[in-house]
């Protein structure tokens, strides 16, 4: 009754803040501020595509690599941005839009390394800036990743800013996306995003889960492999689709309904802004130059010889033990199981696909046994199963909504 109570509570709270947030979208500008609404240009977030290149740390002080970006940003970049990075260049006077002044401080201050990185691959042919009428060509094509890494560290020069150039020495670079974090993220995952938030214990007493901890290294929702921090399209679809609450024998009052919300409402750039904040907040983020993922190939056709070899596997490869014999979630270790907190956590009620916080698709599935649940007792079996295993496994798993049958051959 009274978790009941607690539950509805915290439910209320938090429709009342979402609320809030969505009828007045960040009205504090103060901190959120851009540089764009001072003339500069819209340092919008990095599309997916790019989130995920950080430019290694080493590389902005690096002076061979400075070096080779002052050879490069002569032959191709000075007729616009001119000899000392005003933006002067002979061509770029004449420009309608007009090169940015990189000596401006607070205008690369602004500029995160992704961004930085995707406006000299994509130029001025991607929106808002093709819309503007920019003449900033695409330099993909010409250079290789490392020479536009080489560039960006010369131009970084010209702010005089000697440091590499990462979030924790430029605050102003997260600044909306921490704005955002305050009004909607904070109550549960905590003020420094350590999962620390008042919410949190009101959504599962004593229990897990409880928020993410950002700032450490261990993150649930990944297609990267066992030991790694997800990329930001996993934070993207985490955001986007919110988390349920798994079910299982020590869920009260909670069952399948959502303990972190959905935020598909919430307009794409400020959740990218919002993740950038959430990423600035782990070093870790920052530390691999290229993020590598778990490939997961088309699903093969599903068979009654699959659901034969599931049946099997789940049996030999101990999900049992956890799951329990039919995939209620009450396998003999069930009650005994604890997450990196040391709190009581359920092995999931794997009849109920419908609550799968990680994806109820033959794919999504596939995804979870390759990465495990970092934090959680669910183990990686990228190292134990073989491709076709795998599969007959993800099959069989959600075939246990139907007593462990094919659709076609539920009467089997
Ligand atoms: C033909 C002229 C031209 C050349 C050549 C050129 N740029 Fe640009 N660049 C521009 C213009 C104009 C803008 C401002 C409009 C925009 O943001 O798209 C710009 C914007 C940029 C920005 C975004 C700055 C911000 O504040 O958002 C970066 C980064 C950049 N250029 C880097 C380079 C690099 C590196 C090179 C050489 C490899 C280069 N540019 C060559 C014209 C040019
Ligand atoms: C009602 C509380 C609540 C709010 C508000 C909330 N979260 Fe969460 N969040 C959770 C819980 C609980 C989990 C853990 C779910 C689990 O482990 O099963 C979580 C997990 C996450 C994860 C998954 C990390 C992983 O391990 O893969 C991300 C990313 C995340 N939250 C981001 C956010 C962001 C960004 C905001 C604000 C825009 C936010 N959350 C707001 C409760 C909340
Ligand atoms: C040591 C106990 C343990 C074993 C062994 C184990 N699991 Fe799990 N599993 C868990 C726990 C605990 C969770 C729930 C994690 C959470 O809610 O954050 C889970 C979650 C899952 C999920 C994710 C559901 C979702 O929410 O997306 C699937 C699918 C799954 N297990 C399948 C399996 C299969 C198949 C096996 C055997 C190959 C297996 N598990 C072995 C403990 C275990």
Not at 47 to 60: I, R
Not at 249 to 261: D, H, N, Y
Not at 284 to 312: C, D, I, N, S
Not at 332 to 342: E, G, M, Y
């Amino acid at each position: 009754m009274r978790a009941k109570l607690f539950t509805s509570l915290a439910i209320g709270v938090l429709g009342l803040l979402v609320g809030l947030w969505l009828v007045r979208p960040p009205a504090t500008r103060a901190n959120g501020d851009k540089h764009d609404e001072k003339g500069g240009h819209a340092h919008v977030p990095a599309p997916l595509e790019y989130a995920d290149v950080h430019v290694p740390l080493s590389v902005w002080t690096d002076a061979a690599m400075i070096a080779r970006g002052k050879e490069i940003y002569t032959t191709r970049c000075a007729v616009c941005h001119g000899d000392q990075g005003d933006g002067k260049g002979p061509a770029g006077v004449a420009l309608p839009l007009k090169p940015p002044d990189f000596r401006a401080k607070d205008g690369v201050a602004e500029m995160r390394d992704n961004y930085w990185f995707w406006r000299v691959s994509e130029g001025g042919q991607i929106e808002p800036f093709k819309g503007k009428g920019s003449a900033m060509p695409p330099w993909k094509g010409e250079l290789s990743v490392d020479d536009r890494w080489a560039v960006m560290a010369y131009q970084h020069t010209f702010s005089e800013h000697h440091g590499p150039h990462v979030p924790w020495e430029h605050p102003g670079s997260v600044a909306m996306g921490r704005d955002i974090f305050a009004m909607a993220c904070v109550p549960c995952h905590g003020v420094a995003g350590k999962g620390d938030g008042s919410v949190g214990p009101m959504l599962a007493p004593r229990r897990a889960p409880q928020p993410r901890d950002f700032t450490s290294a261990e993150f649930k929702f990944r297609s990267t492999p066992s030991g790694q921090l997800p990329t930001t399209a996993d934070l993207f679809r985490t955001l986007t689709e919110g988390v349920r609450s798994s079910g299982g024998p020590l869920t009260i009052g909670l069952r399948g309904q959502r303990i972190m919300p959905s935020f598909r409402h919430m307009p794409v750039g400020q959740r990218l802004e919002v993740l950038e904040y959430v990423k600035s907040l782990n070093r870790g983020f920052r530390e691999l130059g290229v993020v590598k993922t778990v490939t997961v190939p088309a699903p093969p056709t599903l068979t009654p010889e699959r659901l034969t070899r599931g049946k099997q596997l789940y049996a030999d490869a101990e999900c049992m033990a956890c799951h329990g014999e039919r995939g209620r979630g009450d396998g003999p270790s069930a009650p005994t199981l604890k997450d990196n907190r040391d709190l009581p956590i359920a092995a999931t009620d794997l009849t109920r696909p419908e609550r799968f916080k990680n994806g109820a698709r033959p794919e999504d599935v596939y995804r979870t046994l390759v990465t495990g649940l970092a934090g959680t007792p669910m183990p990686s079996y990228a190292d134990s199963l073989e491709l076709d295993q795998t599969w007959d496994l993800a099959y069989y798993v959600l075939s246990l909504s139907r007593g462990g049958q094919t659709a076609e051959t539920g009467s089997r």
